[in-house]
């Protein structure tokens, strides 16, 4: 089985933050949340112009504009620190570096401890492009992680073609 493109991905905050914001905030996860405050804050605004000021009002106004954002920036940082933390816990304190191999029938993710994983393009659901990773998102909602500058083997333009002509849909982040 041969290779065509190897790229590497390492664990630092800086690609957790990256990751973690795309699916905190490029997504439905908030989208629908956010569509559904936006109609309940028009339909208080609505009520407050009409009816005035109510307690009920006052509240879904403080929730839909201070609490639920500062929710979503919680969990946000929550994740990441977890993510950081669990990766702490398996390597010490150096980061956790994972290689990914493409062939043509299959995917290979080799680990910290070099134990192989292979990923058939069938369970690949969506290839997600980020300013710099290249996320592989498969049906069971696994990610497997490249980022853009650690090609060692092709490029990431290529990988990314090479992918769509796989059948994989892809997103921009």
Known sequence: MET???CS???TKENVQEFSRYFHFHTLYILL?????????????FRIITFGWHGLYI?????ALVVYPAL???R??????????RSREIHGD??????TLFAEDEITLLDTDGNAHPFAYDNLQQVIVTKNLLLLRSKARQSILCEKEKFTKGTWTDCVAFLLEKGLKLRKG
Request: aromatic share 18%; hydrophobic share 60%.
């Open 9 to 11: 991905f390492e664990t």
């Open 94 to 99: 150096k980061p956790a570096v994972s290689r």
């Open 59 to 63: 509240f879904m106004l403080v929730f």
């Open 33 to 45: 949340p956010l569509l559904t405050i936006l109609v309940f804050l028009g339909w208080a605004i």
């Open 72 to 74: 979503l920036l919680y």
């Open 4 to 6: 065509r493109f190897e």
């Open 76 to 85: 946000y940082q929550r994740d990441v620190k977890t993510i950081l933390a």
